[in-house]
């Protein structure tokens, strides 16, 4: 199992990102996959989740209206798309799944076992 995270990058306040994620080892075609990110001096949060057996989507009241999960099933990958920028978005943003999880809220709530090695997204003017 393999997470490939891409799409980092600096950012001014206001714009936007799409975040990548290839997975390889296993099919999104049931296990939850999601995104989360880590702040500096701060704990690991999830931003959003994906229920990749019926595309239910989770997202934490604090990340809704500006985040957006998707996939796309013939290319393995999932997306996480940032509209309107803020710098506390500053993060690493880490893709995470979990094969034996098929729930995307169940998988925002937990710590999953299969991480990416994360992309740095800077908001700054």
């Known amino acids: 199992v393999q997470l490939q995270a891409s799409g980092g990058g600096l950012v001014q306040p206001g714009g936007s990102l799409r975040l990548s994620c290839v997975a390889s080892?296993?099919?999104?075609?049931?296990?939850?996959i999601g995104w989360f990110r880590q702040a500096p001096g701060k704990g690991r949060e999830a931003v959003s989740c994906?229920?990749?057996?019926?595309?239910?989507?989770y997202y934490p009241d604090s990340m809704k209206g500006r985040f957006t999960i998707s996939r796309d099933a013939a290319k393995n990958t999932v997306y996480l798309q940032m509209n309107n920028l803020r710098p506390e978005d500053t993060a690493v943003y880490y893709c995470?799944?979990?094969?034996?999880?098929?729930?995307?809220?169940?998988?925002?709530?937990?710590?999953?076992?299969?991480w990416g090695q994360g992309t740095l997204v800077t908001v700054s003017s």
């Open positions: 995470a799944a979990d094969l034996g999880q098929s729930s995307s809220y169940a998988l925002c709530h937990s710590s999953p076992p299969n």
């Open positions: 994906l229920s990749t057996n019926n595309d239910i989507t």
């Open positions: 080892g296993f099919t999104l075609n049931r296990p939850a």
